[in-house]
């Protein structure tokens, strides 16, 4: 190829189509709803101004992360888990509200709605040798080859690698394309339901004064939190790249 054909090549040459580009606010019979309890979320009304992406570490399905919440009396959850096939499950409307930040905040978790992630979350390598897991520790003697998650147990799932670490682990489950795909579509529909700014923000994916001062957009409960504390969300490239796309919808 010369000069000339190589130049005319670069103008002409096909764009790769963002795969995200085409996302759409959620069809609402996508949305699976569930009984939960009344008394474990507040059935007030304010102004929504935040979204705030979790994650649960746990396996697969949502049976433990709400009988977890059922169980105490702090009316802590949220009003979005989705599952790894992509599945929304509401538990209370979004207009409502329940505790979730802990950011000794109320006001923060009563303008922003909670999306739970279904995932491990930050995985350990096995070694061979005796790790302390879950809370309270208990000793798990781990395997060369195997990744374990928070509460000692081995998984195999997609993993997500980052070479310097992030919040104390190196790697992550993966989201699946089908939650970041449900997390765009929920975002979408909030946006027009509730005009909420979904400029993406740089600094969502660690302890940030603008989400703690209550700025609109989508934050993540790392951004609320000290590196110490919190890992959720992780910042997949998949899906910085939906979230990045989604202002321009």
């Not at 040459?13 to 085409?22: G, Y």
């Not at 922003?112 to 798990?140: A, R």
Request: charged share 20%.
């Amino acid at each position: 190829m010369n000069i000339l054909q190589n130049i005319s090549w670069w103008k002409n040459k096909p764009k790769i189509e963002n795969e995200w580009s085409n996302l759409k606010p959620i069809d609402l019979i996508k949305i699976q709803s569930i009984d939960f309890p009344k008394e474990h979320y507040f059935q007030e009304e304010f102004t929504k101004t935040q979204i705030v992406l979790h994650h649960t570490i746990s396996g697969a399905g949502i049976e433990g992360d709400l009988s977890t919440w059922e169980a105490s009396k702090d009316r802590v959850s949220v009003a979005f888990i989705i599952d790894r096939a992509g599945t929304p499950w509401q538990l209370f409307s979004s207009k409502f509200w329940a505790y979730h930040l802990a950011a000794n905040n109320h006001d923060l978790d009563r303008h922003s709605i909670g999306i739970e992630i279904d995932n491990w979350g930050g995985l350990i390598t096995g070694d061979g040798t005796i790790k302390m897991f879950g809370n309270p520790p208990k000793p798990v003697k781990t395997e060369m080859g195997k990744f374990y998650a928070y509460y000692g147990n081995p998984v195999a799932v997609p993993l997500q690698y980052y070479p310097n670490g992030f919040r104390g682990y190196n790697y992550y489950e993966k989201y699946s394309r089908d939650q970041i795909q449900t997390v765009g579509e929920l975002i979408l529909y909030w946006k027009n339901k509730y005009n909420i700014l979904i400029e993406y923000h740089d600094d969502m994916w660690n302890t940030s004064r603008n989400a703690l001062d209550g700025a609109p957009g989508i934050w993540t409960h790392v951004s609320y939190r000290l590196p110490s504390d919190k890992q959720d969300c992780h910042p997949a490239p998949d899906l910085i790249n939906m979230l990045k796309t989604l202002k321009d919808l």
